[in-house]
Antibody
Framework: EVHLVESGGDVVQPGGSLRLSCAAS????????MHWVRHVPGKGLEWVAL????????YYADSVKGRFTISRDNSRSSLYLQMYGLRTADTALYYC??????????WGQGTLVTVSA | IVLTQSPATLTLSPGDRATLSCRAS??????LAWYQHKPGQAPRLLIY???NRAPGIPARFSGSGSGTDFTLTISSLEPEDFAVYYC??????????FGGGTKVEIK
């Protein structure tokens, strides 16, 4: 059974940084493109970033480009999102999602990032 | 590509038929997916490539359309179907984009 478990969410001040992690199990992790998608409270879903199977190719939403970095460690079946220069608009529930490759067939339960002074 | 979903809220009773719309600002071919999202739960893929049901998705969920106009139909609403539904395109990216969502609520 596919499992994705996010961690690392926290309350952080504007301008701060945070690193999210996603532990994957139940499938061959390095066969898949992986994504981060966020859900802003009271609003909809927003795709944040993707990384291909070997980590060579990464893509980002314009709203996070230059501030967030997606990475993966296939030996640990883990996905990461390093976030710098956090803004109040980045407050959201962050989901790790498995790509098929550009739809999302399995999602984690999410980790909450709150950016507030 | 901007995806516009309508209506924003659909108020129906169990057993009713639900028809949700997603319109794209330019053609996405058949590269349109639908997701169900309940509070406190992970989103769930329902339909991909306009009309293909994801594994394990009941037959009461169906998708149709191509180009710019798409529909998700729930033939007879079950109590567990009351949720927010999002469409998503993979035709032209980055970015991958979602619609704003349609909330299906109980009448």
């Amino acid at each position: 059974e596919v499992h994705l478990v996010e961690s690392g969410g926290d309350v952080v001040q504007p301008g701060g940084s945070l690193r999210l992690s996603c532990a994957a199990s139940g499938f061959t992790f390095d066969d898949y493109t992986m994504h981060w998608v966020r859900h802003v409270p009271g609003k909809g879903l927003e795709w944040v970033a993707l990384i291909n199977w070997d980590g060579v190719n990464t893509y980002y939403a314009d709203s996070v480009k230059g501030r967030f970095t997606i990475s993966r460690d296939n030996s640990r079946s883990s996905l990461y999102l390093q976030m710098y220069g956090l803004r109040t608009a980045d407050t959201a529930l962050y989901y790790c999602a498995r790509g098929m490759p550009y739809n999302f067939d399995f999602w984690g339960q999410g980790t909450l990032v709150t950016v507030s002074a | 590509i901007v995806l516009t979903q309508s209506p924003a809220t659909l108020t129906l009773s169990p057993g009713d038929r639900a028809t949700l719309s997603c319109r794209a600002s330019q053609s996405v071919g058949s590269y349109l997916a639908w997701y169900q999202h309940k509070p406190g739960q992970a989103p769930r893929l329902l339909i991909y490539d306009a009309f293909n049901r994801a594994p394990g998705i009941p037959a009461r969920f169906s998708g149709s359309g191509s180009g710019t106009d798409f529909t998700l139909t729930i033939s007879s609403l079950e109590p567990e179907d009351f949720a927010v539904y999002y469409c998503q395109q993979r035709s032209d990216w980055p970015p991958l984009t979602f619609g704003g969502g349609t909330k299906v609520e109980i009448k």
